[in-house]
């Protein structure tokens, strides 16, 4: 399955392992993976799932 969405395709990784492997990490993460500041590179890491790099028409974000 592919996705054209940058934080969509990690997650939809996961759909793809087993539960048995993915909720020990959830649970384990819980609170840093719903901090609203929780990058996605961040939970790629915690999953070891790839995270495609932002493309250069997606720009940058401020926060004002």
Same mark, same amino acid.
């Given at each position: 399955?592919? $996705?054209? *969405?940058?934080?969509?395709?990690? $997650? !939809?990784? !996961?759909?793809?392992?087993?539960?048995?492997? =993915?909720?020990? !990490? =959830?649970?384990?993460?819980?609170?840093? !993976?719903?901090?609203? *500041?929780?990058?996605?590179?961040?939970?790629?890491?915690?999953?070891?799932?790839?995270? /495609?790099?932002?493309?250069? *028409?997606?720009? =940058? /974000?401020?926060?004002?």
């Amino acid at each position: 399955m592919t $996705a054209p *969405d940058r934080a969509a395709a990690p $997650a !939809l990784e !996961l759909l793809e392992r087993p539960s048995a492997e =993915v909720a020990p !990490l =959830v649970e384990r993460h819980w609170a840093e !993976l719903t901090a609203p *500041d929780t990058p996605l590179e961040r939970f790629g890491a915690i999953f070891g799932v790839p995270v /495609q790099p932002p493309s250069p *028409d997606q720009g =940058v /974000q401020c926060t004002a």
